[in-house]
Protein backbone atom coordinates (compact mmCIF):
# COMPACT_ATOMS: atom_id res chain seq x y z
CA UNK A 1 0.00 0.00 0.00
CA UNK A 2 1.47 3.39 -1.42
CA UNK A 3 1.61 6.06 1.38
CA UNK A 4 -1.93 8.04 2.38
CA UNK A 5 -2.81 10.77 -0.56
CA UNK A 6 -4.86 14.05 0.50
CA UNK A 7 -4.32 15.70 -2.34
CA UNK A 8 -2.98 14.66 -5.81
CA UNK A 9 -0.38 16.54 -7.96
CA UNK A 10 0.45 15.76 -11.38
CA UNK A 11 2.93 18.70 -13.24
CA UNK A 12 2.09 17.76 -17.20
CA UNK A 13 -1.92 17.81 -16.68
CA UNK A 14 -3.99 20.34 -16.28
CA UNK A 15 -6.35 20.04 -13.25
CA UNK A 16 -10.45 20.23 -13.73
CA UNK A 17 -11.54 20.15 -10.41
CA UNK A 18 -11.35 18.37 -6.61
CA UNK A 19 -14.29 16.83 -5.53
CA UNK A 20 -14.62 15.93 -2.13
CA UNK A 21 -12.46 12.69 -3.15
CA UNK A 22 -11.74 12.41 -6.54
CA UNK A 23 -9.27 14.93 -8.08
CA UNK A 24 -9.83 15.31 -12.24
CA UNK A 25 -7.25 16.25 -14.89
CA UNK A 26 -7.71 16.69 -18.52
CA UNK A 27 -6.16 14.72 -20.75
CA UNK A 28 -6.43 16.19 -24.03
CA UNK A 29 -10.26 16.65 -25.28
CA UNK A 30 -11.72 13.20 -25.18
CA UNK A 31 -10.33 11.86 -21.93
CA UNK A 32 -10.15 12.53 -17.85
CA UNK A 33 -8.01 11.17 -15.38
CA UNK A 34 -9.89 10.00 -12.65
CA UNK A 35 -7.65 9.84 -9.48
CA UNK A 36 -9.45 8.84 -5.98
CA UNK A 37 -7.45 10.22 -3.37
CA UNK A 38 -8.05 9.14 0.27
CA UNK A 39 -10.16 12.04 1.47
CA UNK A 40 -13.18 11.36 2.93
CA UNK A 41 -16.59 12.75 3.61
CA UNK A 42 -19.25 12.95 6.08
CA UNK A 43 -22.53 14.81 5.89
CA UNK A 44 -21.28 16.31 3.02
CA UNK A 45 -17.92 17.83 4.56
CA UNK A 46 -14.16 16.44 3.89
CA UNK A 47 -12.93 15.50 6.91
CA UNK A 48 -9.46 16.58 7.58
CA UNK A 49 -7.59 13.12 7.91
CA UNK A 50 -7.05 10.57 4.87
CA UNK A 51 -7.83 7.02 5.13
CA UNK A 52 -4.81 5.48 3.76
CA UNK A 53 -5.30 3.10 1.03
CA UNK A 54 -8.66 4.25 0.82
CA UNK A 55 -8.29 5.53 -2.89
CA UNK A 56 -6.96 3.01 -4.00
CA UNK A 57 -9.58 0.10 -2.55
CA UNK A 58 -12.19 2.76 -4.00
CA UNK A 59 -10.18 2.51 -7.84
CA UNK A 60 -9.63 -1.29 -7.91
CA UNK A 61 -13.52 -1.78 -7.00
CA UNK A 62 -14.86 0.49 -9.15
CA UNK A 63 -12.28 -1.47 -11.88
CA UNK A 64 -13.90 -4.84 -10.58
CA UNK A 65 -17.51 -3.76 -10.86
CA UNK A 66 -17.12 -2.08 -14.33
CA UNK A 67 -15.97 -5.69 -16.10
CA UNK A 68 -18.27 -7.50 -14.47
CA UNK A 69 -21.07 -5.52 -15.44
CA UNK A 70 -20.00 -4.73 -18.59
CA UNK A 71 -22.00 -6.95 -20.61
CA UNK A 72 -25.08 -4.95 -18.44
CA UNK A 73 -23.99 -1.44 -19.86
CA UNK A 74 -21.06 0.39 -21.59
CA UNK A 75 -18.74 2.50 -19.02
CA UNK A 76 -16.58 4.72 -19.42
CA UNK A 77 -12.79 2.86 -18.85
CA UNK A 78 -10.45 3.96 -21.32
CA UNK A 79 -8.06 0.73 -22.65
CA UNK A 80 -5.20 3.70 -22.75
CA UNK A 81 -3.03 2.35 -19.42
CA UNK A 82 -2.81 5.17 -16.84
CA UNK A 83 1.34 4.93 -17.76
CA UNK A 84 0.99 6.44 -20.88
CA UNK A 85 -0.22 9.35 -19.58
CA UNK A 86 1.40 9.79 -16.27
CA UNK A 87 5.53 8.96 -17.18
CA UNK A 88 7.12 10.69 -14.48
CA UNK A 89 8.00 7.92 -11.65
CA UNK A 90 7.49 10.01 -8.77
CA UNK A 91 3.97 11.12 -10.07
CA UNK A 92 3.48 7.29 -10.48
CA UNK A 93 4.45 6.14 -7.20
CA UNK A 94 2.23 9.05 -5.48
CA UNK A 95 -0.94 7.85 -7.87
CA UNK A 96 -0.24 4.08 -6.70
CA UNK A 97 -3.48 1.97 -7.70
CA UNK A 98 -5.83 5.08 -7.16
CA UNK A 99 -6.13 6.33 -10.89
CA UNK A 100 -8.34 5.65 -13.74
CA UNK A 101 -8.29 6.88 -17.29
CA UNK A 102 -11.45 7.56 -19.08
CA UNK A 103 -13.39 8.65 -21.65
CA UNK A 104 -14.97 12.29 -21.31
CA UNK A 105 -18.40 11.75 -21.19
CA UNK A 106 -21.68 14.21 -20.72
CA UNK A 107 -22.93 13.21 -17.18
CA UNK A 108 -26.62 13.19 -16.29
CA UNK A 109 -27.65 15.50 -13.84
CA UNK A 110 -28.65 12.80 -11.52
CA UNK A 111 -27.36 10.63 -9.30
CA UNK A 112 -29.55 7.33 -9.58
CA UNK A 113 -30.13 5.64 -6.21
CA UNK A 114 -30.86 1.96 -5.49
CA UNK A 115 -32.33 1.08 -1.93
CA UNK A 116 -32.63 -2.98 -1.20
CA UNK A 117 -33.02 -2.52 2.85
CA UNK A 118 -35.23 0.33 4.58
CA UNK A 119 -32.35 2.20 6.13
CA UNK A 120 -30.60 5.90 6.12
CA UNK A 121 -33.24 8.56 4.76
CA UNK A 122 -35.95 6.35 3.18
CA UNK A 123 -36.10 4.58 6.78
CA UNK A 124 -36.51 8.68 7.99
CA UNK A 125 -38.74 9.38 4.80
CA UNK A 126 -41.24 5.98 6.01
CA UNK A 127 -41.27 6.72 9.06
CA UNK A 128 -43.19 10.26 8.61
CA UNK A 129 -44.88 9.30 5.36
CA UNK A 130 -45.40 5.78 4.76
CA UNK A 131 -42.96 5.99 1.40
CA UNK A 132 -39.74 6.53 0.14
CA UNK A 133 -39.25 8.71 -2.24
CA UNK A 134 -43.04 8.93 -3.23
CA UNK A 135 -42.95 5.12 -3.51
CA UNK A 136 -46.22 3.81 -0.77
CA UNK A 137 -44.35 1.07 0.73
CA UNK A 138 -46.35 -1.62 3.25
CA UNK A 139 -46.91 -0.76 6.66
CA UNK A 140 -45.11 -2.60 9.84
CA UNK A 141 -41.78 -2.34 8.22
CA UNK A 142 -38.76 -2.30 10.45
CA UNK A 143 -35.46 -0.77 10.35
CA UNK A 144 -32.83 -2.59 8.07
CA UNK A 145 -35.55 -4.32 6.78
CA UNK A 146 -35.39 -6.20 3.46
CA UNK A 147 -37.75 -4.23 1.23
CA UNK A 148 -40.21 -6.15 -1.49
CA UNK A 149 -38.27 -4.50 -4.37
CA UNK A 150 -35.39 -2.96 -4.90
CA UNK A 151 -36.58 0.92 -5.16
CA UNK A 152 -34.93 3.76 -7.26
CA UNK A 153 -34.72 6.74 -5.82
CA UNK A 154 -33.14 9.27 -7.81
CA UNK A 155 -31.52 12.59 -6.20
CA UNK A 156 -29.94 15.82 -7.71
CA UNK A 157 -26.19 16.42 -7.71
CA UNK A 158 -24.68 18.66 -4.88
CA UNK A 159 -22.00 21.03 -5.14
CA UNK A 160 -19.52 20.01 -2.24
CA UNK A 161 -21.06 21.16 1.38
CA UNK A 162 -24.64 21.15 -0.03
CA UNK A 163 -26.85 18.19 0.07
CA UNK A 164 -28.19 15.99 -2.34
CA UNK A 165 -31.88 15.91 -2.63
CA UNK A 166 -34.37 13.26 -3.11
CA UNK A 167 -36.47 13.31 -6.08
CA UNK A 168 -39.47 11.39 -7.07
CA UNK A 169 -39.08 9.31 -10.84
CA UNK A 170 -41.64 12.06 -12.36
CA UNK A 171 -39.26 15.03 -11.25
CA UNK A 172 -36.16 12.89 -13.33
CA UNK A 173 -38.22 12.27 -16.36
CA UNK A 174 -38.46 16.18 -16.43
CA UNK A 175 -34.87 16.69 -15.89
CA UNK A 176 -33.85 13.39 -18.74
CA UNK A 177 -36.63 13.00 -20.50
CA UNK A 178 -38.81 9.76 -20.78
CA UNK A 179 -37.00 7.29 -22.74
CA UNK A 180 -33.93 8.62 -21.24
CA UNK A 181 -35.17 8.44 -17.43
CA UNK A 182 -36.47 4.77 -17.75
CA UNK A 183 -33.08 3.41 -19.46
CA UNK A 184 -31.31 4.47 -16.15
CA UNK A 185 -33.47 3.24 -13.99
CA UNK A 186 -33.88 -0.07 -15.72
CA UNK A 187 -30.10 -0.31 -16.14
CA UNK A 188 -29.61 1.34 -12.16
CA UNK A 189 -32.10 -1.87 -10.91
CA UNK A 190 -30.31 -4.20 -13.38
CA UNK A 191 -26.81 -3.64 -12.04
CA UNK A 192 -27.51 -3.86 -8.58
CA UNK A 193 -29.60 -6.92 -8.44
CA UNK A 194 -26.73 -8.60 -9.83
CA UNK A 195 -23.87 -7.59 -7.79
CA UNK A 196 -26.14 -7.50 -4.73
CA UNK A 197 -26.07 -11.36 -5.10
CA UNK A 198 -22.52 -11.75 -6.19
CA UNK A 199 -22.01 -9.60 -2.81
CA UNK A 200 -24.23 -11.96 -0.75
CA UNK A 201 -22.41 -15.52 -2.32
CA UNK A 202 -19.62 -13.47 -0.74
CA UNK A 203 -20.98 -12.60 3.12
CA UNK A 204 -22.01 -9.03 2.41
CA UNK A 205 -25.56 -7.45 1.70
CA UNK A 206 -25.38 -4.23 -0.59
CA UNK A 207 -27.76 -2.54 1.17
CA UNK A 208 -28.31 0.72 -0.83
CA UNK A 209 -25.71 2.72 -3.26
CA UNK A 210 -25.67 5.30 -5.97
CA UNK A 211 -24.81 4.92 -9.79
CA UNK A 212 -24.01 7.99 -11.80
CA UNK A 213 -24.42 8.14 -16.09
CA UNK A 214 -23.25 9.47 -19.03
CA UNK A 215 -23.76 10.09 -22.42
CA UNK A 216 -21.34 9.78 -25.29
CA UNK A 217 -21.47 12.02 -28.89
CA UNK A 218 -24.15 9.43 -29.78
CA UNK A 219 -26.07 9.77 -27.17
CA UNK A 220 -25.30 5.97 -25.56
CA UNK A 221 -25.89 5.54 -22.04
CA UNK A 222 -22.52 4.73 -19.91
CA UNK A 223 -22.06 3.84 -16.65
CA UNK A 224 -19.43 6.37 -14.84
CA UNK A 225 -17.82 7.14 -12.04
CA UNK A 226 -16.98 4.95 -8.97
CA UNK A 227 -19.45 1.93 -9.08
CA UNK A 228 -20.51 -0.06 -5.98
CA UNK A 229 -17.79 1.10 -3.15
CA UNK A 230 -17.84 1.81 0.34
CA UNK A 231 -18.23 5.68 -0.59
CA UNK A 232 -21.31 5.42 -2.94
CA UNK A 233 -22.78 2.23 -0.95
CA UNK A 234 -24.26 0.86 2.53
CA UNK A 235 -22.54 -2.67 2.84
CA UNK A 236 -23.80 -4.83 5.74
CA UNK A 237 -22.05 -8.19 6.84
CA UNK A 238 -24.56 -10.46 6.16
CA UNK A 239 -23.59 -12.84 9.29
CA UNK A 240 -24.17 -10.10 11.48
CA UNK A 241 -27.54 -8.65 9.97
CA UNK A 242 -30.79 -8.81 12.30
CA UNK A 243 -33.48 -6.12 11.00
CA UNK A 244 -34.94 -3.64 13.86
CA UNK A 245 -31.43 -2.47 14.45
CA UNK A 246 -28.54 -0.45 12.24
CA UNK A 247 -26.36 -3.48 11.26
CA UNK A 248 -22.44 -2.67 11.77
CA UNK A 249 -20.90 -1.80 8.32
CA UNK A 250 -17.68 -1.94 5.81
CA UNK A 251 -18.25 1.75 4.52
CA UNK A 252 -18.03 5.27 6.06
CA UNK A 253 -21.52 4.71 7.76
CA UNK A 254 -18.86 3.87 10.82
CA UNK A 255 -17.16 6.86 11.33
CA UNK A 256 -20.74 8.96 10.66
CA UNK A 257 -21.45 7.09 13.62
CA UNK A 258 -18.74 8.34 15.66
CA UNK A 259 -19.50 11.87 14.46
CA UNK A 260 -23.12 11.23 15.48
CA UNK A 261 -21.53 11.08 18.96
CA UNK A 262 -20.18 14.60 18.52
CA UNK A 263 -20.97 18.19 19.29
CA UNK A 264 -20.30 18.94 15.79
CA UNK A 265 -22.76 20.75 13.83
CA UNK A 266 -21.98 19.41 10.53
CA UNK A 267 -20.40 22.52 8.84
CA UNK A 268 -16.82 22.96 7.66
CA UNK A 269 -14.08 22.62 9.24
CA UNK A 270 -14.52 18.64 10.16
CA UNK A 271 -13.38 17.52 13.43
CA UNK A 272 -10.03 15.55 13.97
CA UNK A 273 -10.02 11.88 13.80
CA UNK A 274 -9.19 9.66 15.99
CA UNK A 275 -5.99 7.65 14.70
CA UNK A 276 -8.43 4.31 16.11
CA UNK A 277 -11.11 5.65 14.01
CA UNK A 278 -9.10 6.31 11.27
CA UNK A 279 -7.08 3.02 11.05
CA UNK A 280 -10.46 1.02 11.67
CA UNK A 281 -12.07 2.51 8.73
CA UNK A 282 -8.90 1.53 6.46
CA UNK A 283 -9.44 -1.77 8.06
CA UNK A 284 -12.91 -2.04 6.67
CA UNK A 285 -12.54 -0.53 3.43
CA UNK A 286 -10.17 -3.41 2.69
CA UNK A 287 -12.18 -5.99 4.28
CA UNK A 288 -14.77 -4.97 2.47
CA UNK A 289 -12.57 -5.33 -0.80
CA UNK A 290 -10.81 -8.43 -0.49
CA UNK A 291 -14.20 -10.03 0.25
CA UNK A 292 -16.10 -9.32 -2.66
CA UNK A 293 -13.06 -9.36 -5.26
CA UNK A 294 -12.20 -12.88 -3.65
CA UNK A 295 -12.85 -15.82 -6.69
Same mark, same amino acid.
Not at 22 to 39: E, I, K, P, Q
Not at 93 to 101: D, K, S, T, V
Not at 103 to 129: F, M, N
Not at 223 to 229: K, P, Q, W
Given at each position: ????????????????????????????????????????????????????????????????????????????????????????????????? @?????????????????????????????????????? @?????????? @?????????????????????????????????????????????????????????????????????????????????????????????????????????????? @????????????????????????????????????????
Amino acid at each position: MSAALYQSSLSHLPLLSRGKVRDLYAVGDDHLLVVASDRLSAFDVVLPQPIPGKGEVLTRLSRFWFARTQGLIPNHLSEVPVEAVVTDPDELAQLGE @RAMLVRRLRPLPVEAIVRGYLIGSGWKDYQREGAVCGI @RLPEGLRLAD @RLPEPLFTPSTKAEIGDHDENIDFARMVSALGQELAEQVRDASLAIYRECAAHALERGIIIADTKFEFGLDAEGRLHLIDEVLTPDSSRFWPADQYQPGVSPPSFDKQFV @RDYLEGLNWDKTPPGPELPQAIVDRTAAKYHEAEQRLTRA
